[in-house]
Each structure stands twice: as structure tokens, then as C-alpha cells.
């Protein structure tokens, strides 16, 4: 089945430490972004890459950084420097970047412990 | 810049109760216009979509209409279920927004009630 993966569904982080979210997708597309989610905000880009080996600051890129080093796959690290990580965590793909529809991920769940 | 506007939720109807979302947006160019679904602790799924004025998107019983002249894009469903409590987003996507490929609404809370 065709799709996009997150890992884990739900992440703990201590204070000061680094985080790896973890997104995947098998449906050979080039565009790929990252959104947070919190109550009632509805959802805000962090990062955002049109195509491998390429992406770019996002609304909210402060305290994030992410990769794109194979074409499946954009991981998202919330740096230390992020001092409100509490959030809902969603990763989407789509076809290319002119492509409009995008598809989403099942997210990852971020607590501060 | 561009930007979404749906009505405030929670919503609360009865099984087989009309549904009415309201969504209306600010945008430069002509955007396409998208619903997106998201049931409790998943992701976003892609509910229906409209490219140009007049187009009327439809899937699993909601409609929506691109309407141009009053810049709206309302979810209608005629018999809501149970199944179909969750958080509905309305969003647009413009080539004129800049950075932001997908610009949301904040999304209207629907419980249903049997």
C-alpha cells in the first residue's frame, strides 16, 4: 500500500535534549512538509521541500531543523531551541510542488517531560 | 496574504440531522479549494476538492461549491452519522501565497450524536 509513515506516534522529550521525528513515504513524490498542530491554531508550516537534496524555512522554522537526503524521506529534529515543542506533528507529500493536493501522514504526538 | 476563515465550532447535530460548514477565503490569484478530514489522534485526510469557480467537489455524501462571487467553499452533507464526529479543515491552495503552499482554516470540531 502506497502511503506515508510517521514515527513514533507518540515522542517524549526532556528538557535541552534534541528530538528526531521520523516521516517516510513510498508514493515517489517530490514535494514533502512538515506542520504543527496545536489546539484551535489549526495547522502551521514548519519546513517544506520541493524536491531531494533541497527544502526551505517554512511560517514557524525557529528551533527546527529537517533533512532531505533521499527522495522518501524528510526527517524533522526539534532542536532545544524550541522552547514550546508540545505539538501535534504532521508530515505531508505531494506529487510535485505545483501539484496542489497534499497527503498527510497519521502524525506524532510531542511531550515534554 | 491569503487566508481561510470557517465558522466556530464545536458543532453538535443529531444523527441524520442537515450539515453546514461555513468557509470563505481571502486570496490573490484563483486558488483551488480543498476539505480535509481528521478523525481523533490521526492525521489529515483528503475529503474533496475544487479547482475552479462553479466546480463542486463530492465524496462520501458531503458536497462542497466553489463560489467565486461570494468567495465561500461550504461543506454541506445531507444525513450526518456518528462516524462522521471529527475536525474539519477547509483549506486553499494559491500560487501567489508566497512560502505557504496550503493555507488552513482552524478547523471546525463536528460531533454527532445518536
Known amino acids: 500500500d502506497g502511503g506515508i509513515t510517521q514515527s513514533p506516534k507518540y515522542l517524549f522529550r526532556k528538557e535541552g535534549q534534541n528530538v528526531t521525528l521520523s516521516c517516510e513515504q513510498n508514493?515517489?513524490?517530490?514535494?514533502m512538509y512538515w506542520y504543527r498542530q496545536d489546539p484551535g491554531q489549526g495547522l502551521r508550516l514548519i519546513y517544506y521541500?520541493?524536491?531531494?537534496?533541497?527544502?526551505q524555512k517554512g511560517d514557524i522554522a525557529e528551533g527546527y531543523s529537517v533533512s532531505r537526503e533521499k527522495k522518501e524521506s524528510f526527517p524533522l529534529t526539534v532542536t532545544s531551541a524550541q522552547k514550546n515543542p508540545t505539538a501535534f506533528y504532521l508530515c505531508?507529500?505531494?506529487?510535485?510542488?505545483?501539484?496542489?493536493?497534499?497527503?498527510f501522514g497519521p502524525g506524532t504526538r510531542l511531550l515534554v517531560l | 496574504g491569503d487566508s481561510v476563515t470557517q465558522m466556530e465550532g464545536p458543532v453538535t447535530l443529531s444523527e441524520e440531522a442537515f450539515l453546514t460548514i461555513n468557509c470563505t477565503y481571502t486570496?490573490?490569484?484563483?486558488?483551488?479549494l480543498f476539505w480535509y478530514v481528521q478523525y481523533p489522534g490521526e492525521g489529515l485526510q483528503l475529503l474533496l476538492k475544487?479547482?475552479?469557480?462553479?466546480d463542486k467537489g463530492s465524496n462520501k455524501g458531503f458536497e462542497a461549491t466553489y463560489r467565486k462571487e461570494t468567495t465561500s467553499f461550504h461543506l454541506e452533507k445531507g444525513s450526518v452519522q456518528v462516524s462522521d464526529s471529527a475536525v474539519y479543515f477547509c483549506?486553499?491552495?494559491?500560487?501567489?501565497?508566497?512560502?505557504?503552499?496550503?493555507?488552513f482554516g482552524k478547523g471546525t470540531r463536528l460531533s454527532v450524536i445518536a
Open positions: 505531508a507529500s505531494s506529487a510535485t510542488w505545483a501539484a496542489k493536493t497534499q497527503y
Open positions: 475544487a479547482t475552479k469557480a462553479d
Open positions: 486570496a490573490t490569484g484563483y486558488p483551488s
Open positions: 521541500s520541493q524536491i531531494v537534496n533541497d527544502f
Open positions: 508514493l515517489n513524490h517530490d514535494a
Open positions: 483549506a486553499l491552495s494559491d500560487g501567489n501565497s508566497g512560502n505557504t503552499p496550503l493555507v
